[in-house]
């Protein structure tokens, strides 16, 4: 288990979800340099809560973006592919098709959040407006329990409140 690669993964890849999350997976099965990964398809499944179908999709990718390297197939032992992660990045440099993360953010910074507002609502003729402070009667109900008193039974009581006024009753038991 290496907790720097694992935090290298958190500050430097630009990933997300699902990906980010086989990332760091495998990071804690990496040596502190990177080497030694070979946790089997089910474990990292496992591991990122999501189908062994999709986990060997993602490794494709991680694969194909050069972050993942693919060292040797089914390692005799274990039955599992051995990767490592790539030597450029561990050492500090940036993949070709991934940039770091902090480029990532910095554009963000200047462009401004990716989000977008919801488009204002247009009212229509004949639409009618409803606001939180309605003319009509305001009607609140809850109930408690309270000591049964001398007999020990507990019993319900029901209040309810309308438009300030405020009446309380027993339930029948």
Known sequence: MSVQMMAAVLERLNLSGGKLLLALAIANH????????????????????????????????????GWLVLVRERVPVLQTNEYRISPAWVGGGNLPGLPDREQRVRKYRRAGSPIHKPP????????????PN??????????????????????RRVHATVNGLSASKKAPT
């Open 120 to 131: 204002a609502i247009r009212a229509e003729s004949g639409d009618t407006a409803m606001s």
């Open 30 to 65: 990496a040596d502190a340099d990177g080497t030694s990964i070979f946790p089997s398809v089910p474990t990292l499944a496992f591991y990122t809560r999501q189908d062994v179908r999709t986990v060997q999709r993602q490794l494709a990718v991680l694969v194909s973006l």
């Open 134 to 155: 309605s003319s009509g009667p305001v009607i609140t109900h809850h109930s408690s329990f309270e000591d049964g008193g001398t007999d020990g039974v507990a019993r």
